[in-house]
């Protein structure tokens, strides 16, 4: 029954518009970026923390797209290059904000921003 319950809660947080097409935007530096919120999750359990690292993987796809029909191996070298960088950059974010989350420490912002 809970396991039940923990896949519907990760679906419904799928399936939110907000989470469904991420808004990219430029920073301050000109590089593209997708601020991802987590206000509305609890970290600690592991549906928050499931839907957090969902979110964080559909902004990497954002702020990384795939070229879909290119098949100059130099382009798509970059994009996976870009991708595995800012999954692996954001993922360490992520996994410190869940650690802080089970500890008991609040976050500052409640926003991750991938880049």
Sequence with gaps: MIRKFTLLAIAAGMASPAIAAPTPEVDADGHLQVIVSYADLDLASAAGAATIQHRVRAAVRV??????????????MMEMQCTSETSQRTNRQVDQLIADAKAGRLASSYRVAVR
């Design 63 to 76: 702020v990384c797209p795939i070229t879909p029909g290119v098949a100059q191996v130099g382009v798509r």
